[in-house]
């Protein structure tokens, strides 16, 4: 089994920053990509960040690229998600998730439903 816990959130004032984390536990080692995605009430679950656990490679949703980063640290079997220069808009519940099947491309890791272990989400509120 393989669990993802998230946890970072908080209330910030716009143009503030916030560190995300989601630690993995159980079969960690098989991991083979992870993502962070975000629901504002009313909305669907949207794309934020990705990478791939191995190689590292990232991709970001157009409405966060520049002020987020995604991270991974091995030792700690943990990805990051920094965000910097938040606005109103990026005011969300921010899920943690991770799989461990093939992916085929940046578009492949931007669609919610192909990752399976999911984390109970933190809640991200930032204040005009």
């Known amino acids: 089994q393989l669990h993802v816990v998230e946890s970072g959130g908080g209330l910030v004032q716009a143009g503030a920053s916030l560190r995300l984390s989601c630690a993995a536990s159980?079969?960690?080692?098989?991991?083979?990509?992870m993502g962070w995605f975000r629901q504002a009430p009313g909305k669907e679950r949207e794309f934020a960040a990705a990478?791939?656990?191995?190689?590292?490679?990232?991709d970001y949703a157009d409405s966060v690229k520049g002020r987020f980063t995604i991270s991974r640290d091995y030792a700690k079997n943990t990805v990051y998600l920094q965000m910097n220069s938040l606005k109103p808009e990026d005011t969300a519940v921010y899920y943690c998730?991770?799989?461990?099947?093939?992916?085929?491309?940046?578009?492949?890791?931007?669609?919610?439903?192909?990752?399976?272990?999911w984390g109970q989400g933190t809640q991200v509120t930032v204040s005009s």
């Open positions: 998730a991770a799989d461990r099947g093939y992916y085929t491309g940046s578009d492949y890791l931007r669609h919610y439903t192909n990752y399976y272990y």
């Open positions: 159980g079969r960690a080692s098989s991991i083979n990509f």
């Open positions: 990478i791939t656990w191995s190689g590292g490679s990232t």
